[in-house]
């Protein structure tokens, strides 16, 4: 939020409308692996195609890094990047690479899983591919009760055989995820997994949102994600 508010106060403060870029720095040793981190990237690849001029870059740099080079050498370079890791003199710049699906690595057959966001139409497709690549047993879930139409495909996935239920739960509501790992081990059994869709949709721009417009589309990403990892550690999952 203080990067979102520092963001939009460009347009109204003239003290910093002349600022172009920011910053992040990571520590590399610590801050690797931290999703917070990757997040922050993500916010500035937003922020990057929003407002073409400005970029927001995550700088993750290693103990051995002369860290005030690295620094001036990020503001003068010519290409803006989310996502750059220093280590040494060696700049790497993350990117992604389309892989095969020979290259997946395959999940066991008749397995258990909750399919988080299982109201919206991309964790209901995810689920749909696991029921007929791996036979998987899935247990959907979402904020809203099952509509007509959801219903009506569950049924239809029952009638092949599939092994598919839903069960309404606020993900980002740590009573209600206790709760629904509790119902799904009383219905279904032992868990295996869990695939985390779940997702609020507040569009607009940048500029114009508000900080409860953003919590309220964090809450499900974010809380619902510690959640379910908290609450999931004390299952045997696969």
Known sequence: FQLMALVKARS??????SLRQVL???????NASQPAITSLAGFGK???????GFKLSVLSLSAETDWQAAIAQEIAADLPAAEVQIAGLQREVKSYAAVGTDQLSA???????????????LGFQFAQHLIKRFRSRIVLTG???????????????RSQGAEISYLPCDISQRAAVEALLQDIAARHGALQGSFHFAGTLQDGLLQSKTA????????????GTKLL??????LPLA
């Not at 953003?214 to 809450?219: D, I, R, T």
């Open 12 to 17: 109204s403060q003239p003290a910093l409308q």
């Open 24 to 30: 992040v720095l990571a520590d590399q040793s610590k």
């Open 46 to 52: 937003s922020l990057m195609r929003e407002q073409p």
């Open 107 to 121: 999940l066991p057959e008749g397995q258990l899983y909750l399919v988080t966001g299982g109201n919206g139409s």
């Open 143 to 157: 904020r809203r009760p099952a509509g007509a139409l959801l219903q009506s495909q569950l049924d239809n996935l």
């Open 212 to 223: 409860k417009e953003a919590s309220k589309v964090l809450a499900p990403k974010v809380s």
């Open 229 to 234: 990892d908290e609450c999931s550690r004390p």
